[in-house]
């Protein structure tokens, strides 16, 4: 079977969640090449700089050789012309996601039509799951484990100013 040969993976992954790696780890096996593509987004006010978020998910995904950690800057659709890829990957995890991310799947089609958005369903465990539940969860010293990829967990706590929970107290 030939595989599409280049996909982007777009977000702000501020930080990278454990719902987003099972997407990047099951759309790195359909494509010849996976980008993950980081969107600064400051409306979003982010925890992370570009370069913090580029380089926990470089360190995420290090074991994922067809994987590739960029950043962009403007339209994703150029990004995705620039960077020759044919597909756009998206994650839902329910239906409160589908109207935003419908509404983006036209508008980037409108702009190019030649780029197709896929979307991938989100594994049932991380339906819940977002970055910003992530980041309130550690502000509030609660445990991330399992919500994040093992090595996100330093560099969340150390970027809020807390230590890591002890494995005893963890409850979630
Ligand atoms: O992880 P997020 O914050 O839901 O990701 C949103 C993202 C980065 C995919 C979206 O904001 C985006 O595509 N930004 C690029 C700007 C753009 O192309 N806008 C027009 C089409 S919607």
Redesign the pocket.
Known sequence: MSRIKTAIY?????PVTSGHYDIIVRASRLFERLIV?V?P?PS?QPLFTVEERMAILQEVCASLPNVQVEC?E?????FAMKRGAQVIV?GLRAVSDFDHEL??AL??RR?CPQIETIFMMTNSEYVFLS?SMVKEIARLGGSVQGLVPKAVEPYLYRKLGKSLPNKEDNRG
């Open positions: 777009p977000g702000s992954f501020d593509a969107a987004n979003k962009f403007g339209l994703l659709v150029d998206k509404q983006m508008t980037n702009l970055s």
